[in-house]
């Protein structure tokens, strides 16, 4: 079982950067493909950035060129948030995608706030 841990949220102002970490434990055999999703309240969630196992990196529309996705290693990834917008407040959720028995599973972060003041 892979548990995923966010951290990083927070209140910022408009303008400013936040960079939000995600830690996996548990048994992870293979990098994963990882993303970043927010969930704005009255609306679906959100796909914001991803990044397959060979290096593929994609962003919604509005994080291009403002958001930046990485990671360390198999088990870490960040998130990183330059030019905060009010509209960026959500919860911000990471999810890998696991090779486990020959099946992919998603596995999920508990969700961590961000709050960007105007």
């Known amino acids: 079982q892979v548990q995923l841990v966010e951290s990083g949220g927070g209140l910022m102002q408009a303008g400013g950067s936040l960079r939000l970490s995600c830690s996996a434990s548990?048994?992870?055999?293979?990098?994963?493909?990882m993303g970043w999703y927010r969930k704005i309240p009255g609306k679906q969630r959100e796909l914001v950035a991803s990044?397959?196992?060979?290096?593929?990196v994609s962003y919604t529309d509005s994080a291009k060129g403002r958001f930046a996705i990485s990671r360390a290693n198999a088990n870490t990834v960040y998130l990183q948030m330059n030019s905060l917008k009010p509209e960026d407040t959500a919860v911000y959720y990471c999810?890998?995608?696991?090779?486990?028995?020959?099946?992919?599973?998603?596995?999920w972060g508990q969700g961590t706030q961000v709050t960007v003041s105007s």
């Open positions: 999810n890998f995608r696991c090779l486990v028995n020959s099946s992919l599973r998603d596995f």
């Open positions: 990044l397959t196992n060979i290096g593929g």
């Open positions: 548990g048994h992870i055999y293979s990098i994963p493909t």
